[in-house]
């Protein structure tokens, strides 16, 4: 007997051949999916299950994959506005430093964490001041998880030494080392703000516990001169020649990069986040995906943090992932809507090396899936569901969650956690204001 059984609607495969299942069925045992097909072969005869959910136009897809976050952020959305990264960092570290410590994290996390939820993403990897707190929103709503310990050289949140960062992170990937939820990672914020021995010392603990390594790269033209006046070399050569760059890699951004270095990721099998929606607002430029493709890297997709996108819409990401490099080449035909949703499930899924785990929805995987409405306007006709969800479909439509085989989202709602109290929790904080902050 099958704990679930979800008959009807559309399946969305994303499997090596993007196989697409219509009137399809799906068996859940024990959290992994043990059944998947068409439901006409087993119309007569649908096998017994403890719950059984029947569809209709829906489609089903795999939980979304944010590969780039800074979910506990959300608690400052639209606070600093109208700067360059740089300019704008300095006030986003203000922001942080004046009310950011592990409750007021768990709090913003709670919020972040929810937000992706409800939109349809089951795995965030996210870099933030207080792992734990973070680690323990996700755990409580459910979401599956990356992050680990943050390094940064000058005080940051909580006033913390590099000697305290090093320990914070070895725990941390210690405490998860063999958690089904949670992926462990070390998170360097960028190799502007961190020195190359302590990027060392970060990429030793990464190594040790073969944990994640993500970090900010490339994202600006003065961080690519910056690095280049400081030690000689561009951002990916620098990273390169510090031994840091491997399969484990996470490079956020990478907005800016010449040929060689697009070979050096390539080469070393390291993964780039594309993050396109907080590159346009900050006025970061527009990243070479159709180089990445046809280089044949790894491309994850991300949403950064609300404070700077102020949306947490992995919808807006891959519409923008999509349409970007069209309108930058004027070549309607480079990028394709299958491409650009295997960065939001597949290839996010191989980033973290759970490839067999997670990602798509196949037989012996985690039945991590979400059911799409196509019952609003913009959905009607429906004559393609690859396009229709890269650039028709909105965080709006989606209906239902499920993670490990269990419902987090119903009919567009959290059940799996009470978010209520958080948001009221939200309200009674007292917030800085940009005058506070000058």
């Not at 990445?292 to 947490?312: C, H, M, P, R, V």
């Amino acid at each position: 007997m099958y704990d679930l059984l979800i008959t009807g609607g559309t399946i969305i495969t994303c499997n090596n051949s993007f196989d697409i299942i219509e009137d399809g069925i799906i068996g859940v045992k024990d959290s992994k999916i043990s059944l998947i097909g068409s439901k006409n072969k087993n119309k007569n005869n649908l096998p017994e299950s403890k719950e059984c959910v029947e569809l209709n136009n829906e489609i089903i897809i795999p939980g979304l994959i944010n590969a780039h976050c800074h979910a506990a952020d959300s608690l400052f959305r639209g606070l600093v506005e109208n700067l360059s990264l740089e300019d704008w960092l300095q006030e986003v570290w203000k922001a942080e430093k004046a009310i950011l410590n592990p409750e007021t994290t768990l709090l913003g996390s709670y919020l972040g964490l929810a937000e992706n939820l409800l939109a349809g993403v089951t795995t965030v990897v996210d870099m933030f001041w207080y792992p734990f707190e973070t680690a323990k929103a996700s755990l409580d709503l459910g979401l599956r998880l990356c992050t680990g310990g943050i390094f940064i050289d000058f005080p940051g949140v909580g006033g913390r030494t590099h000697e305290q960062y090093l320990v914070e992170a070895s725990d941390f990937c210690s405490k998860f080392n063999n958690s089904e939820f949670v992926i462990p990672a070390v998170m360097p914020h960028g190799s502007y703000t961190v020195g190359p021995e302590h990027l060392k010392d970060a990429k030793k603990i990464a190594n040790d516990f073969k944990a994640i390594f993500s970090i900010h790269a490339a994202e600006t033209m003065f961080e690519q001169k910056d690095i280049k006046n400081r030690y000689g070399d561009t951002v990916i050569r620098h990273l390169d020649k510090l031994d840091l760059l491997d399969e484990k890699a996470i490079l956020a951004h990478c907005v800016h990069l010449d040929n060689a270095e697009m070979d050096i990721i390539k080469a070393t099998n390291s993964i780039i986040a594309h993050n396109p929606l907080s590159n346009l607002k900050l006025g970061s430029g527009i990243a070479p995906t159709l180089d990445f493709l046809e280089k044949e890297i790894n491309i994850t997709l991300g949403t950064d943090g609300a404070i700077s996108g102020n949306d947490l819409d992995m919808w807006l990401t891959m519409r923008l992932a999509a349409t970007l490099p069209k309108g930058k080449l004027m070549k309607p035909d480079i990028v394709n809507a299958k491409d650009v949703f295997q960065m939001a499930t597949i290839n996010g899924a191989k980033a973290l090396g759970k490839s067999s785990e997670i990602g798509s929805l196949e037989i012996g995987k985690q039945a991590d899936m979400v059911i799409i409405s196509t019952n609003s306007l913009h959905s009607i006709p429906l004559f393609d569901p690859i396009t229709h969800l890269v650039y028709s479909c909105s965080k709006s439509d989606v209906k239902h969650v499920y993670i490990a085989g269990k419902q987090c989202v119903k009919d567009g709602s959290i059940i799996s956690f009470d978010i209520e109290n958080i948001i009221k929790d939200v309200k009674k904080l007292k917030m800085p204001t940009l005058n506070s902050l000058l």
